[in-house]
């Protein structure tokens, strides 16, 4: 059974520009999470969506947002990139939104 | 506010030595609690969970950890450590929401393990 797979997995961006990840789930789970993790402030929670529905946000700007496909696909898209935007952003999915989480080996963003 | 509070930064054992890392958690109800292991430039593998029942949880790779309500503990432990165990640990609640969904982790800091041979 495939993981949770993450593109790209490194990215090189500029201050201003926006950007886009994706992430495709296990087969079969439904719910898709979204974490920050910087050194600074550790693993930060974005957003979790099942079902094409937002359930929950993290507390950041709403320069951050996401959105989820009726195959379970995710995308989370960062707009105006700012430095401190440079993070390993890690996808998570899970069968419910009651069920442990699986996580992508992360998408690795730098801001320049 | 909910919070993972993981007190070592960093650990260093003895290959063969035992381990034991050390998660204490801030939350109103009966959590979700999980631990996860992240190797370099990897993502987080789950090593074990806790939802309900027995306080003693088995997980992969030889690791156990026990929830202690009254501590608010849910500490990590391996009887005998191996080279391949060196990686950052990382302890984490699930909170349950009004629709049931556990969706959002609260993450602690981390606990860096390195293994001496």
């Known amino acids: 059974k495939a993981g949770v797979t993450q593109t790209p997995r490194y990215l090189i961006k500029t201050r201003g520009q926006q950007v886009t990840l994706s992430c495709s789930p296990i087969s079969g789970h439904r719910s898709v999470s979204w974490y920050q993790q910087t050194p600074g402030q550790g693993l930060q929670f974005l957003f979790e969506y099942f079902s094409e529905t937002q359930r929950n946000k993290g507390n950041f700007p709403g320069r951050f947002s996401g959105r989820q496909f009726s195959n379970s696909r995710s995308e989370m898209n960062v707009s105006t990139l700012e430095l401190g935007d440079s993070a390993l952003y890690l996808c998570a999915s899970s069968k419910t939104s009651s069920d442990e989480q699986f996580f992508g080996p992360g998408t690795r963003l730098t801001v320049l | 506010a909910q919070s993972v509070t993981q007190p070592d930064i960093h650990i260093t054992v003895s290959e063969g030595a035992s381990l034991e890392l050390r998660c204490n958690y801030s939350y109103g109800a009966t959590p979700y609690l999980f631990w996860y292991v992240q190797s370099p430039g990897q993502g987080l593998q789950l090593l074990l969970k806790?939802?309900?029942?027995?306080?003693l949880v088995q997980g992969i790779k030889g690791f156990e950890a026990e929830f202690k309500r009254s501590q608010s503990s849910f500490n990590l432990r391996k009887p005998s450590v191996h080279w391949s165990d060196a990686a950052e640990y990382f302890c984490a609640v699930g909170l349950m929401n009004y629709g049931g969904s556990q969706g959002n982790l609260i993450f602690g800091k981390g606990t860096k393990l390195s293994v001496k041979p």
């Open positions: 806790y939802f309900s029942g027995d306080t």
